[in-house]
């Protein structure tokens, strides 16, 4: 059974530092890219990163523009962990993140396909 | 970026209506498109990819269809436990961006 566990969330001041981890199992996990995606109180779905897992291109990082040069996303495939370091941290960061196995191929593009239950960031002066 | 436009924002319906989502992309995205749906407190769910495809356990009145820049996502007969808000996504390119969202809500 494929498991996704999110932990690290918590409360911070603006320009604070965060790390949320995520522990993945019942699946190969090197095979797959790894997502977080977030959703702020009362907002839609934003992507946030995902880290490439295995190949030439293994541990390349992307990011959405607005946590670009804030946000590290980083895995450990032998622990089975994906990582997100947070820093500068402001209100517009407040939200749930998802930690998502996202599948890749050359016909369907890159899509979620299990999400862990997700964890809450808060930043409050 | 891609930037994907959901529409309605809203849908009141009951049950047993037939519910149509539409989404836009800004650019031609083959048929590079996943819908997901998302209820309160709950992790979202993904239900098509490949603009057309079922993903494994999803009921089959769920179907979408599109390619290019329109695509659109249907739920053939609305059940009680649909009532939630989905989402489409662009697949193709990164950044990964997401619509908006609509909100499917009891009539």
């Known amino acids: 059974e494929v498991q996704i566990l999110e932990s690290g969330g918590g409360l911070r001041q603006p320009g604070g530092s965060l790390r949320l981890s995520c522990a993945a199992s019942?699946?190969?996990?090197?095979?797959?890219?790894m997502s977080w995606v977030r959703q702020a109180p009362g907002k839609g779905l934003e992507w946030v990163s995902i880290?490439?897992?295995?190949?030439?291109?293994?541990?390349?990082?992307y990011y959405a523009d607005s946590v670009k040069g804030r946000f590290t996303i980083s895995r450990d495939n032998s622990k089975k962990m994906v990582y997100l370091q947070m820093d500068s941290l402001s209100a517009d960061d407040t939200a749930i993140y998802f930690c998502?196995?996202?599948?890749?191929?050359?016909?369907?593009?890159?899509?979620?396909?299990?999400w862990g239950q997700g964890t809450l960031v808060t930043v409050t002066p | 970026d891609i930037q994907m436009t959901q529409s309605p924002s809203l849908v009141s319906a009951s049950v047993g209506d037939r519910v149509t989502i539409t989404c836009r992309a800004s650019?031609?995205?083959?048929?590079?498109v996943a819908w997901y749906q998302k209820k309160p407190g709950k992790a979202p769910k993904l239900l098509i990819y490949?603009?057309?495809s079922l993903q494994s356990g999803v009921p089959s009145r769920f179907s979408g269809s599109g390619s290019g820049t329109d695509f659109t996502l249907t739920i053939s007969t609305l059940h009680p436990e649909d009532f939630a808000t989905y989402y489409c996504?662009?697949?193709?390119?990164?950044?990964?961006?997401f619509g908006g969202g609509t909100e499917v809500e009891i009539k």
């Open positions: 998502a196995r996202t599948h890749y191929d050359f016909s369907s593009g890159y899509y979620v396909d299990q």
């Open positions: 019942g699946f190969m996990f090197s095979n797959y890219y």
């Open positions: 880290v490439i897992g295995s190949g030439t291109g293994v541990g390349n990082a």
């Open positions: 650019q031609a995205i083959s048929s590079w």
């Open positions: 490949a603009a057309s």
């Open positions: 996504q662009q697949s193709n390119s990164f950044p990964l961006t």
